[in-house]
T-cell receptor, first 111, second 113 residues
Framework: QKEVEQNSGPLSVPEGAIASLNCTYSDRGSQSFFWYRQYSGKSPELIMSIYSNGDKEDGRFTAQLNKASQYVSLLIRDSQPSDSATYLCAVTWGGGFKTIFGAGTRLFVKA | GAVVSQHPSRVICKSGTSVKIECRSLDFQATTMFWYRQFPKQSLMLMATSNEGSKATYEQGVEKDKFLINHASLTLSTLTVTSAHPEDSSFYIC?????????FGPGTRLTVL
């Protein structure tokens, strides 16, 4: 049974701080890794994708992947109240045909 | 970026009626689309995987005769909730696969009275 685990939170950080969101996965054959953001009452939107070990930066967001530890994380620098949302980790394998989503971590950024 | 639309965005219907929800990939072709359901404060629940030109694959516990899925073209999949009941009220979200990435539609909020 392939699994993707996330701490449900809520994770609360002050405005301007770094928010760190973590995700672990069970299948070593996993190939692609994604972070989605979901605001309350809305559908998920893609923030980042990462495919190889190391860091990938996009604006205030940095995705980190460690395949040996089966661990992927998302760092949000200079957190803003508008970043308050649920963040979903997704892991894909089988050439992209199979994807599992984590249950999501709720983030609150306090002004 | 890839755009996925859903229609309608919101529907209210009486118990016993059927409701059709459309999911379209606007700027790319999607051989595979997914249908999810999400109850308040809960995580996404995959209902079925829709493949163009073939029968959908339903997740365990999802009634295929109640949730009819048709993927007639590379840009359109439809979900029909047949004989809807109040317990079917939920947020239904489709996604379309482009490469190895899923792109989500904006969702349809269904309320069954």
């Amino acid at each position: 049974q392939k699994e993707v685990e996330q701490n449900s939170g809520p994770l609360s950080v002050p405005e301007g701080a770094i928010a760190s969101l973590n995700c672990t996965y069970s299948d070593r054959g996993s190939q692609s890794f994604f972070w989605y953001r979901q605001y309350s009452g809305k559908s998920p939107e893609l923030i980042m994708s990462i495919y190889s070990n190391g860091d990938k930066e996009d604006g205030r967001f940095t995705a980190q992947l460690n395949k040996a530890s089966q661990y992927v994380s998302l760092l949000i620098r200079d957190s803003q109240p508008s970043d308050s949302a649920t963040y979903l980790c997704a892991v894909t394998w089988g050439g992209g045909f199979k994807t599992i989503f984590g249950a999501g971590t709720r983030l609150f950024v306090k002004a | 970026g890839a755009v996925v639309s859903q229609h309608p965005s919101r529907v209210i219907c009486k118990s016993g009626t059927s409701v059709k929800i459309e999911c379209r990939s606007l700027d790319f072709q999607a051989t595979t689309m997914f249908w999810y359901r999400q109850f308040p404060k809960q995580s996404l629940m995959l209902m079925a995987t829709s493949n163009e030109g073939s029968k959908a694959t339903y997740e365990q516990g999802v009634e295929k005769d109640k949730f009819l899925i048709n993927h007639a073209s590379l840009t359109l999949s439809t979900l029909t909730v047949t004989s809807a009941h109040p317990e079917d009220s939920s947020f239904y979200i489709c996604s379309a696969r482009g490469g190895d990435t899923q792109y989500f539609g904006p969702g349809t909020r269904l309320t069954v009275l």
